[in-house]
């Protein structure tokens, strides 16, 4: 009988949209990660999906690259709360 079961560490390798996921919000894509989402929690699940992203939960370093790739300009010590307002447009 053979177990025909993906592991974590598989998925983390192979699943597109976590690996999606885990880059929005800046993180790793392991297995440990893999198993949280594949459980609904932890931070790529509640936060890293599509149609889920909220600039608040994305790290310092997320912002900084996604206000880059917009052409805004930003301090490099600017804190989370504003870059969340200059990608707002606030």
């Known amino acids: 009988m053979s177990d025909s079961r993906v592991t974590n560490n598989a998925f983390a ?3 597109h949209q976590f690996r999606a996921a885990c ?3 800046g993180i790793a894509p392991t ?3 893999a198993g949280k989402y594949r459980t609904r929690r932890g931070l790529a699940y509640a936060s ?11 790290t310092n370093a997320v912002l900084r ?5 917009a052409g805004l300009a930003f ?4 804190v989370k709360a504003t870059l969340v ?4 447009g606030e």
């Open 85 to 88: 307002a200059i990608l707002r």
């Open 31 to 33: 297995g440990r990660q």
């Open 65 to 69: 690259q996604r206000c880059t790739q």
């Open 75 to 78: 301090k490099s010590k600017d």
């Open 13 to 15: 390798s192979n699943n």
């Open 48 to 58: 890293g999906r599509p149609s889920v992203t909220d600039l608040s939960s994305l």
């Open 23 to 25: 880059e929005n919000v």
